[in-house]
């Protein structure tokens, strides 16, 4: 049950993340600083820092990537927390974003009612904010935001625009953001610096590969990197963003299942403990099978396919049982769960699996029994 009810939640999930990369400019690539997938620990130190050997990415290396032929636009994105103010209302630890103008074709999504500021405004570092559905409701309560002035970390800034993303699986917990011009951002909202990400869209025509291999020469130009030398950024497509997701949701899963081997065990002890008692109450029968030429080999399989058995039978319970679970999570939640093929084939095998392991035990010692000690045996 644990398997199915695991597998059909995280393929549901995995598929939901797919079909929320598909929906935003799935051409458009990302430069990084630092990027490595899956799970990274860092205890400080310069070894297990590795970005630390990678300088920042800077406003002339956007301009410049910006001017390629084989590039439509470049956008920028840092990302800080602040308090957001209004009237009496003060919000601490809000997501702040400064981004370019073309951010909502980036992300995918829309800006209604209002608009979202323009690459004029952002050049002139202009006091606008675009903010998503969560902090308008947190903040203005129903009353109409656009043209209201809120403070961020204590600047004014006038609101243009309710940001709406796309829908995915995660709409439901998205929290309070405000989203300003990038100049802006750098001028007045306190933030780490360093990290700020570019997203690159290939021109129209132009093939993904052909753009990322131009961005690639130009950084490694403008950074002045020898031939032998690795890259001192990263370049991330949507499909490398995908592998690190389902690397961790994989992982997850992995957990679940060393977890619930616990309860295996316990079912393993109790199929011992069954197929003992079995074993003991059936010694005459033993004796005469082995006393009329049963061989060893046969009693054991007996045993062993009475406890696969047994497993199997309790398997395939559980299997419905976990589907029926996935079943209701998918009408009842907006998780789309779905049982994959592997999940049904993975549970009846961990099932008769278990049932073969321990019940090797007690199928052995059924074997061995000297058959005149057991037709002797009351």
Do not use: C
Not at 233 to 254: A, E, H, P, R, Y
Not at 314 to 335: F, K, N, R, Y
Request: hydrophobic share 45%; proline share 6%.
């Amino acid at each position: 049950m644990v398997v199915m009810v695991m597998a059909s939640l995280i393929s549901g999930i995995n598929r939901s993340v797919s079909n929320t990369f598909e929906q935003i400019a799935p051409r458009t690539f990302l430069v990084w600083r630092y990027f490595r997938a899956g799970v990274n620990i860092s205890d400080g130190g310069d070894e297990t820092s590795p970005w630390r050997r990678n300088p920042p990415l800077t406003e002339a290396e956007a301009d410049r990537l910006g001017q390629l032929p084989s590039v439509r636009y470049v956008t920028r994105r840092e990302e800080s927390s602040a308090t957001v103010e209004f009237g009496d209302l003060r919000l601490e630890s809000v997501e702040i974003g400064g981004l370019s103008s073309q951010w909502v074709e980036v992300n995918g999504g829309d800006v209604y009612p209002g608009r979202t500021f323009t690459r004029m405004e952002d050049l002139a570092s202009s006091q606008v904010v675009v903010i998503n559905q969560k902090l308008d409701a947190q903040l203005f309560q129903g009353r109409d935001p656009i043209g209201q002035t809120i403070k961020i970390a204590g600047v004014p800034f006038q609101v243009i625009g309710v940001y709406t993303p796309p829908p995915n699986l995660f709409s439901g917990v998205t929290p309070p953001f405000a989203g300003v011009p990038h100049g802006a951002f750098v001028k007045y909202v306190p933030f780490f610096k360093g990290w700020m990400r570019l997203a690159v869209a290939p021109a129209p025509g132009v093939p993904q590969q052909t753009a990322m291999d131009e961005v690639v020469a130009t950084l490694r130009t403008m950074r002045e990197l020898k031939p032998w030398q690795e890259n001192t950024f990263s370049i991330v497509t949507q499909d490398k963003l995908l592998d690190t997701w389902n690397q961790v949701t994989g992982m997850v899963f992995l957990a679940m299942i060393v977890l619930s081997s616990i309860g295996l065990m316990v079912g393993g002890v109790g199929v011992v403990a069954i197929m003992m008692i079995s074993v003991t109450e059936r010694t005459r029968e033993i004796g005469v099978r082995k006393a009329l030429g049963a061989t060893r080999r046969e009693i054991l399989w007996q045993f062993l396919v009475e406890a696969a058995t047994l497993t199997l039978v309790g398997g395939v319970v559980g299997m419905v049982t976990g589907g029926v679970l996935a079943l209701g999570v998918s009408q009842l939640t907006p998780v789309p769960a779905n049982v994959p093929v592997w999940s049904v084939a993975a549970a009846l095998a961990a099932s008769a699996l278990t049932g073969i392991g321990f019940g090797l035990y007690p199928a052995v010692r059924a074997a061995r029994l000297d058959p005149v000690e057991a037709l002797r045996y009351e």
